[in-house]
Structures are given as structure tokens and as C-alpha cells.
């Protein structure tokens, strides 16, 4: 399957993603999709200049976004797909957007409105929404920040919201 | 004289020179500055701080990182790019290339002279032995 991998992780790219993610699952290129990041030039350089050796990095908003993932789709390379939050995925897919039955969670930070349900993850109302919003489509949602880290499915980490 | 930060993921940075001092001896142009688990804000305002110290105090300065596209490595490259940049950061740093900078930097006055000499130490070092 050409999207190999769809994470939400408000890093982004990070030595989870490089040494860890990039490695343990086929991935010669990878698009982040955030309307934010993509119109910040130097955010765009940064990202790009994160790319794990011999990958990629494209910046997209999500109106690019989503023909990148239907391009990538019946492409013969494998792509990941990484957005900082939810959100972004549940307006990928109320856009028609299809990135596939699977999602990991990476970190997402704390904030002052955000509630921590898991290590590492703290999540506001609106994401919590997105989440069950992906549920209800049938997304299996699992938050595993590293490889060698057991998954926890939503259905188990909403119960800590 | 050239300023040489070492970032990394926990440790190492700080493991790296004291290894360093081993070979070499102190040295005074050097910092370390590491993340630790879950210090991503106090990991950026150190790191944005030293950098403005060093920025003054040095004609130019070397940031010598663990990982391309770990977070050490991404937030030097943003400090260099909303900042104005006496600034080379290479990522992957290994203690031959530590060396190799710190020792030259008595008499290498360029900073692009410099990020070739570590560059090319950190390459050439590796080597599989011929046994």
C-alpha cells in the first residue's frame, strides 16, 4: 500500500520519525499536510531539511494535500502521511480525502486547554471530536509513539478524557 | 575564534565533550545543551539563549547536532533561519569530528573552512576494519 503510515505528531518530524517510524516501515517520501506550515517559508525549510536519509519531505495545505494523497495512492513509492492534529484528518476525509483505515498517534503537546490522556498526549475538545469523528468512520486509532511501544486504541484512551 | 555548540537527545552532548577532554584537553570555546524527556520549550529557550550569548561572544559559531531532523538538530536550524546566522550546523556528529573541530579551531578563522573540516573528519573516520 503506497500510504504506508499516517501519523499525527505536533512535531512533526522528529528522531522518532527519522530513526524509528522511517525505518520500520517502507518510506521513500513523506507529506506533511498542514495549512499552517505551509504557508510559513521558513517552518516549510525546516521540515524539509528534517528528511531521513534517502526520503523526501513535501509541505502541503490540505487543498494540496489531497491530491498528493490520491496521487500517492496509485503511486509505486511508499509515502507517509503526517499532520499535527486530528483536525487536519478530519478535514482531509469531509474533503473526500482517503488516507486509508489506520492512524498513529505520536506526541501532541500539553496545552492549556488540552487534557492529557496518554504519555506524552494531551488533547483539547475539538481533537477529542476529530478522534471520534475517525472512529465512527471505521479508523483504527492507535497512540504508540515509538515502534517498540505497545498501541493503545482510542476507544481505551477516550476513557482517560 | 569559532564558538562549537553540541546538541543532542539526553546526554550525549555533554558525554561527547567530557570523551573529548580525554584526547584533547578542555576546551573553553565549547557548550553542550541537551533535550531531555519531554523538554521541548526549556530545551528551545536554552538553546536560544546560549546562541545569543555565543553569537557575541565568537566571530562565528559551529553547531554540531546528534540526528538530522531530530528535534536538537530542528530547533538549531530554526534559530538560524529566524535569526541572522554567523551560524553551520552539521548534524551527526561523532567523536572523530568533535576532534577534529575542536582542535582546529585555534587557527581555522572560517566558518565555512571549519564545517568542511568536521564535515569530512565525521565521514572519513568510519571505516569497516580489514581483518
Known amino acids: 500500500m503506497p500510504i504506508s503510515f499516517v501519523r499525527i505528531d505536533d512535531r512533526v518530524i522528529h528522531g522518532q520519525v ?43 495545505s490540505v487543498e494540496e494535500g489531497l491530491e498528493k494523497i490520491s496521487k500517492a495512492k496509485i503511486a509505486k513509492n511508499s509515502y507517509f ?40 498526549v494531551a488533547i483539547t475538545d475539538e481533537e477529542k471530536s476529530a478522534f471520534d469523528f475517525m472512529d465512527s468512520k471505521g479508523i483504527d486509532i492507535d497512540f504508540q509513539l515509538i515502534p517498540d511501544e505497545t498501541a493503545i486504541n482510542w476507544k481505551k484512551v477516550r476513557q482517560n478524557y | 575564534m569559532i564558538g562549537i555548540l553540541v546538541t543532542s537527545h539526553g546526554d550525549y552532548c555533554h558525554s561527547l565533550i567530557k570523551s573529548g577532554e580525554m ?10 545543551i541537551a533535550l531531555e524527556e519531554d523538554g521541548i520549550e526549556a530545551f528551545s529557550q536554552k538553546l536560544t539563549e546560549t546562541l545569543n550569548d555565543m553569537v557575541g561572544r565568537f566571530d562565528s559559531v559551529l553547531i554540531l547536532c546528534d540526528l538530522k531532523g531530530g528535534t536538537p538538530c530542528n530547533e538549531s536550524l ?10 553551520k550546523i552539521i548534524p551527526g556528529v561523532n567523536l572523530p569530528m568533535y576532534l577534529e573541530v575542536v582542535s582546529s579551531t585555534g587557527f581555522v578563522k572560517d566558518i565555512n573552512e571549519l564545517a568542511t573540516i568536521g564535515h569530512n573528519a565525521g565521514i572519513q573516520s568510519i571505516e569497516v576494519l580489514d581483518i
Not at chain 1, 26 to 52: E, H, M, R, S, Y
Open chain 1, 18 to 60: 527519522v530513526a524509528r517510524w522511517s525505518r520500520f516501515k517502507p518510506c521513500n517520501g513523506i507529506l506533511v499536510i498542514d495549512d499552517k506550515i505551509a504557508q510559513d517559508p521558513l517552518q516549510k525549510k525546516v521540515f524539509t531539511n528534517a528528511a531521513p536519509t534517502g526520503v523526501k519531505v513535501g509541505v502541503y
Open chain 1, 81 to 120: 502521511v503526517i499532520v499535527k492534529t486530528p483536525v487536519t484528518l478530519m478535514e482531509i476525509i469531509e474533503k473526500g480525502g482517503d488516507f486509508g483505515t489506520e492512524v498513529n498517534v505520536g506526541p501532541m503537546s500539553a496545552r492549556s486547554n488540552a487534557k492529557t490522556v496518554a504519555k506524552n
Open chain 2, 23 to 32: 584526547i584533547a584537553g578542555k576546551q573553553e570555546n565549547v557548550v553542550g
Open chain 2, 78 to 87: 530554526k534559530y538560524v533561519l529566524y535569526n541572522e546566522s554567523k551560524i
